[in-house]
């Protein structure tokens, strides 16, 4: 069959078009347009009879489903969703640079005070920010879960600086960060948490998921950005975990951990370290001499994280440790190895508490390795009803990493 090509140029005001023309034999009954005034009108032939086209404006969007993948914006620091500039415009969102090869826009989306977020990311910041804000009063925001299978929502305090929580207490009073509406407990958070992370579980939660921050000071000046993304159930973090850290070696800190500050009290959260392959034990030891301050020391011994392992014969220390430490962390454990000269094995200790990492009856610094899998910590902070020095309540923080396995 024989068929003959042209190209036609038609120029507009906003580029060029090019129409390609076929010519067929009219046997085949295929539509001839007699001139381009037909076409215009909306008017042609089909096998010899008139025809008309309805010509009603229509909206042209040669990028029509949304790619919905995360896309850097071009300022370099924030994410984005890649739609096309119609959808990212009837979202409310702000295009920041292009994706998808240039068919569609990185589209942010930003919530203030009051807002309803219905985006897989959105950054929920102080009004004014980057400035900082001195009011007094209540700022929220309400998360609806965007499809069925979202199953955690995400939160990266990109920036994240309230009031202090009380000093001898740990108790949030001045200000306090309120997540609610999930499947498990609520979060309540204050002080300084920039760079920390905590997931969300909204698994079977079909009602809205409400962020709310109070501040009762005019004294105190804030700011807050928060990263919200919701996360489907194939990219969760293991059940039951508030932290998670995907990468074989890092730093894990409690909540609030910063100079002058003071571990918060009403926690209790599982940080988890994802398993490299290979990898079959992890070590963890302080980031300095003085990174692991959870209550003063508990008995006259200065035993900080106890003798013996709790359950084990021999353990009854450890036991009775376990239950005057209202503030704790639980790490699975099944060696120490202190890297000082003259440093040995020891014990495992389940429960650490106290002034130290490790029993101060060893030489510091040290290191607690361990095989028990999966990679855990539980921190357990109590509900802050004693007072006590804030400087023996600075929390902690560590540096972990994952040890090879030995054939």
């Not at 897989?120 to 700022?139: H, K, Q, R, S």
């Not at 975990?241 to 951990?257: A, D, L, R």
């Not at 094995?345 to 101060?360: E, K």
């Amino acid at each position: 069959m024989k068929r003959d090509l042209c190209w036609t140029r038609l120029t507009w005001s906003c580029g060029t078009i090019y129409l390609v023309h076929v010519f067929l034999p009219f046997t085949f009954g295929w539509p001839l347009l007699s001139t381009w005034n037909d076409l215009f009108s909306g008017q042609y032939f089909f096998n010899n009879k008139s025809t008309t086209v309805d010509h009603s404006p229509r909206v042209l969007n040669f990028f029509p489903v949304p790619v919905t993948e995360e896309c850097l914006a071009n300022d370099g620091r924030r994410r984005g969703i890649c739609l096309n500039t119609y959808e990212c415009r009837i979202q409310n969102g702000i295009s920041q640079g292009q994706c998808a090869l240039g068919f569609g826009v990185c589209c942010t989306f930003t919530a203030g005070c009051g807002s309803e977020i219905k985006n897989n990311i959105t950054y929920f910041t102080n009004p004014n920010f980057p400035g900082l804000i001195n009011d007094v009063g209540e700022c929220s925001v309400v998360i609806k879960k965007t499809a069925q299978d979202i199953s955690q929502i995400r939160l990266d305090f990109m920036h994240f600086n309230l009031a202090q929580p009380n000093r001898k207490t740990g108790v949030c009073e001045t200000d306090v960060f309120m997540m609610r509406g999930g499947t498990y407990q609520d979060i309540k958070l204050c002080g300084i948490n920039s760079g920390q992370h905590l997931y969300y579980d909204v698994e079977n939660v079909n009602g809205p998921i409400t962020i709310t921050i109070l501040l009762t000071s005019a004294n105190t000046p804030r700011m807050w950005e928060i990263k919200i993304s919701q996360i489907e159930f194939n990219r969760r973090a293991p059940a039951g975990c508030t932290q998670y850290f995907p990468e074989p070696s890092g730093i894990i800190q409690t909540m609030n951990y910063a100079i002058n500050g003071r571990h918060l009290a009403d926690q209790d959260y599982i940080i988890c370290m994802r398993q490299a392959q290979g990898m079959c034990s992890i070590a963890y030891e302080p980031c300095d001499e003085n990174s692991f301050k959870i209550g003063p020391p508990v008995s006259e011994n200065d035993i900080g994280s106890g003798d013996g392992e709790l359950g084990a014969p021999g353990g009854s220390q450890n036991l009775n440790l376990f239950k005057e430490c209202s503030d704790r962390v639980l790490m699975p454990c099944d060696s120490e190895e202190f890297i000082t000269p003259g440093g040995g094995p020891a014990v495992c200790d389940l429960l650490h508490c106290g002034n130290s990492f490790c029993s101060s009856s060893e030489q510091k610094p040290c290191r607690i390795e361990s095989s028990t899998t999966p990679f855990h910590i539980r921190v357990q902070f109590g509900p802050g009803l004693r007072e006590e020095s804030p400087e023996d309540n600075l929390g902690m923080c560590l540096k972990y990493e994952q040890l090879p396995c030995i054939s």
